[in-house]
Structures are given as structure tokens and as C-alpha cells.
């Protein structure tokens, strides 16, 4: 099956600081999904992104299908954007496989 | 902002019993998915529904394990007799199709004694 791969494990940042989660994967995806999943375990949707590239606010993403990875860029980052960022991809099946996720860590 | 549904948002049991998780989604999708999540692990793939029918399912999703939609509204996630090792976080999401993005609920926690 499709292979997920998130890098880093773990970032700790300052408040105000840019970051940039990546997500690398192994096969073609017919979607691709970024969550954020806060502290009390719930699963945010931030971006449906197969392809292209796309901004909320302080956060944005971009996925290069053809080169098999997606970027998730935090800019100005605040204490509440701390947790736990997931890459979910579906290829061929329905399903989404979830990669482990990157922990981010926001300091005053 | 239409949302999936999860409850209880807590569930304590008794190893052997049986559990039912509830969960109601979004009312124009068809797609219907069930995802768990031991703690400090990745999320995974349970169950997919379609068409008041499973159309895909994991290794881990066993004979003690089943799902149903009894109406319009509901779509239920039953662990017959509940291990230790069922512990986790259960997700149940919803899709208007495949390949569309998948809408999560804010998940059950299991808790299995």
C-alpha cells in the first residue's frame, strides 16, 4: 500500500516563528488531506490539497504530485497552534492512510 | 458549518462487554468511514461504508467488529466483546464521495478495564 513519511518527528518552536512540516509519499493520491489534531485529541481539517497550493490565514500548503511530497508552512506561529500536524492520503482505495504525524511544540 | 457528530465523547467498559459507538454524519455525504487511534500512535483505517454495504475494511477490523447504519441519520461502530487492546480513540468520518475530502467527527474514547 501507500507509503506516508512526515519529517520532523518533532519541532519546538518560539511564538512568532516560521515553520515548514513536509510530507513525502510513495505512490500517486486522488486526495490528500493536513489535519491538526489539538490537545484534547480532536481532528482539525486544515487543507484538501492533491495538488496545487493553498492559504488560511498563518498557514498554507503545497503539493508537487508528481514529485510525491506535500509542504505544510506555519508563519508567525502561536502557543495555539501546538499539537500534533497529520498528512492522510488516499490512492487507490477509499481509505486514508495517516502518517505519524509531526509534534510541534509553540513556546511563549 | 455542517459537522460530523461522535457520542458518547467518553466510553468506560469492561472487558468482554459489548460497546456500540454512535455517530451521525454530515447529511448529504455517502461515504461513511471508521478510524482508530491508540494512544500516542497514527491514525488507522478501520471501515469504509457505501451504499448501506462495507466496501473496504482493514486487517484489524475483525469478526468482533461490525457497523450499521439502522436509519437515515445514524452510523454505528459495535465491538462485540471489547479487549484491553481496544483502548483508543475512534474517529467516524464522512465523505459527499470518494476521493473528496474526508470530514471528521471529534472522536470516542474507549476505555477498556
Known amino acids: 500500500g501507500i507509503q506516508v513519511e512526515q519529517s520532523p518527528p518533532d519541532l519546538i518552536l518560539q511564538e512568532g516563528a516560521n515553520s515548514t512540516l513536509r510530507c513525502n509519499f510513495s505512490d500517486s493520491v486522488n486526495n490528500l488531506q493536513w489535519f491538526h489534531q489539538n490537545p484534547w485529541g480532536q481532528l482539525i481539517n486544515l487543507f484538501y490539497i492533491p495538488s496545487g497550493t493553498k492559504q488560511n490565514g498563518r498557514l498554507s500548503a503545497t503539493t508537487v504530485a508528481t514529485e510525491r511530497y506535500s509542504l505544510l508552512y506555519i508563519s508567525s506561529s502561536q502557543t495555539t497552534d501546538s499539537g500534533v500536524y497529520f498528512c492522510a492520503l488516499e490512492g487507490g482505495s477509499e481509505k486514508l492512510v495517516f502518517g505519524k504525524g509531526t509534534k510541534l511544540t509553540v513556546n511563549p | 458549518e455542517p459537522e460530523v457528530t461522535q457520542t458518547p465523547s467518553h466510553q468506560v467498559t469492561q472487558m468482554g462487554q459489548e460497546v456500540i459507538l454512535r455517530c451521525v454524519p454530515i447529511?448529504?455525504?455517502?461515504?461513511f468511514y471508521w478510524y482508530r487511534q491508540i494512544l500516542g500512535q497514527k491514525v488507522e483505517f478501520l471501515v469504509s461504508f457505501y451504499n448501506n454495504e462495507i466496501s473496504e475494511k482493514s486487517e484489524i477490523f475483525d469478526d468482533q467488529f461490525s457497523v450499521e447504519r439502522p436509519d437515515g441519520s445514524n452510523f454505528t461502530l459495535k465491538i462485540r466483546s471489547t479487549k484491553l487492546e481496544d483502548s483508543a480513540m475512534y474517529f467516524c468520518?464522512?465523505?459527499?464521495?470518494?476521493?473528496?475530502?474526508?470530514?471528521f467527527g471529534d472522536g470516542t474514547r474507549l476505555s477498556i478495564l
Open positions: 468520518a464522512s465523505s459527499v464521495d470518494s476521493n473528496q475530502p474526508q470530514h
Open positions: 447529511s448529504n455525504h455517502l461515504y
